[in-house]
């Protein structure tokens, strides 16, 4: 019970390692909090879409400050400003700054304003972090290591973002169980945790991680190279595969060059592919793809019927809907059909890390389907004034 | 200078005239999913029927499973591990339970049989135990739920010691609580501040369940960090302050709003809420004359002595300042928290000072119980740990104890305790 109080405390104590002297509990008033984001939003139209999944992220996390209401598929809308903040200036994919809505229906932020830079490449904002030129900037998880090593403040969300790897339906090698569940077997998820993401991630193993299911301990994570080969040499023909991998996502790059190299220790021909973000629609070229699945929700069957809604016509996996409520039971149940399928192979759980700097308080890394909590944050050192200023 | 004291209706708008006691029905309703009274779930020793009804049930449902997968009553291997935060205690009860409940389906164990292996594990959901029960090369799971629920976190330490009795909890914020002994009736009622409505349970510690009565308070736009207040009911009825918001109650829940509505800060001292912000402007005293005008200031705390009377307050910079009757400061305090209580346990005679920890709402949290001696703070015992931020402490009217607000970054609940000095060595 003490070790995992410890844990748990030493969990959310994690981006606060760095934090100075405390000298308060309640909020301050005042400042201004700079923010750098790495996506160029153009509009902040809650129907403006992207073929930048990044850029709509981004856009959403806006939003989500001007707006007060949130729609059933998590985007925000509303009439101007009626969020935490309003808009003062907006140079579209640049810049923008945000004041303290006075009226906000759940209370003032406590900043004055905010100020945020567009379009901003991830090594210029760790850069700024470290120069202090930032207050609040998104750092990839495979550079937080570094970041830390640098002596950046890290936050580091609970692990919500599921990155597996998906067979397409309809790919005449790999509608070949063997095949898919070869490769599945061939993966080492360790190696991807220790080495790419410099251990800030977590093998995974069933479609929901631990904190959220309760189960994954379930799941196996191991690699099995053995079963690998076994079930490789049943396999005619020696088929070449394709991996693709989002040509934007460096994370999904390393990802991907690593499993070739597991795939190739264990005699499984694959070749990894970027997957270009734009132009035109054209057949999978590929036999196996990695994909990114962020939990909307921190409850497990919300969080599981999204990512089978979105596997599913892909994969061609059951997406039927879960009872509602589901015990445990339903919920693992599902789980280990998909998993069992090899439609889809779960390989690491990645957390959201952001770099603070020294002044920001109150900030909580936001878990599935939450945002910035930027109307709750305050700036030490930039409070209001507190009347007379001598000391006895 | 004495600062003038405003009459409290002479600016004030009623904004808010509603009916108090509305029939419990509605609000009942909405409270029963997520309201409830915190019930010690530590389990007692060395019996099933020792554990809560509900690890009872969830155990009896898990054995059942166990029993319908293996189909007929055999010798097992039962293995029993902790993945979540359950205790060892609670663990090794929970093994007993199982093993007892598997007994009673006919089961024997012992090495060599059937294996089954439990794992107590957690999720958002709650606790989640899942049974793997091994039938040759296949591995059948079987698994149950329940909810989590606050544990008895009475705790002593040496002398003097912090007590803190958790009395109630539920999932949306409040800002402060009431437990009073209802003069006209046998019964006692628990009052929860929330940011918009006050709600009235009847019950007793421990077991607040029947809704009794409420009603919304209507609050202009104001600070994410608001203050709210309960006062000791004057001839049954209880004030209410929300930021500039004043409301009364029974007959009838009746509100008013004022820019510069004053609050209660010690007996007979008032201070102006400052609009739209979380902390306090300008102090008042009746009987009194404070020189000059006070800082801003969070929370305040007086001392009252035979000679007159001492105050801390603990202001916008961070600093707990002690003041007599001057607003020139004659000590100054850092590394306090911004909530603090003056409390004068019965045993010393003495006047000791609650203070919270530094920090934010993110991290966890603390009480140090400090004795103010030539006006130095001498701390005095062990902190009493809390399992997440302390959101807001006022000393209770027997000025014997504290009523401190917290949310449990454990659970997510929001939780009322009483914390008192206990003078036992």
Known sequence: MKLRLCLFLAAISLALATVPAETARRPRYGGVLRVEIGPAVSSLEPTTGSANPEENAAREQLDSLLFDHRN???????????????????????HATLTANENALGGRPFVDSIQ???????????????????????IPVEQARRAVDRGVRVSMSQPDELLALVFPAGRAITDDARVREALAAAIDRASIVNFILQKNGEAAGGLLPQWSSGTAFLFSTAADAARAKELWAQITGSPKLVLGYDSGDPLEQSVAERIVVNARETGISLMAQAIPRAGPATPAAFDARLMRLRMPSPLPRAALMNFLETLGPLAKIDASPLPDPASPQDIYDRERAVVSSYRVAPLVWLPQVHGLSVRVRNWKAPGPGETWPLADVWLEGAAETSGEKEKP | MRPSRQLLLSHCAIVVLLLAVFSGATLAQDSSHTNQPAQPEQAAPLAQAQLPAKWNDAVRALAEKIAGATGSPRRISLDVRNISSLDSSATSLIRQAIQSELAANGFKSGAGGLRVRVTLSEGTDGYIWVAEIEQGDAVQVAAVSLSRS?????????APVLQKRTVWEQADPFLDFLERQMMTIPISVFTVLERDRVAMYEGSTGHWGHFSGGGFISISPGSRDIRGRLTAPINGKIKMFVATTMCANPPFLYCVDSPGQEWPVGDGWESHYAPGRNYFTGLSAKWVTIDGGVRPFFTLSRMEYDHGSDWIQTELDGMARLYSFSTKPRAAFSGWGDDLASVKPGCGGSWHVLVTGTGDWTQVDYIQLYEINNERPMPIGQRLEFSGPILSMWTSDDKKSARVVSKNLQTGMYEASIVSVSCSD
């Open chain 2, 150 to 158: 606050t544990n008895s976190d009475t705790s002593l330490h040496a």
């Open chain 1, 72 to 94: 059933p598929d998590g985007t925000f809308s509303g009439v101007a400003s009626s969020g935490p903040f309003q808009i003062a200036e907006w140079e579209p994919g640049k």
């Open chain 1, 116 to 138: 945020i830079q567009m379009g901003r490449a991830a090594r210029d904002m760790l850069l700024d972090l470290e120069l202090g030129k930032t207050d609040l900037a998104e």
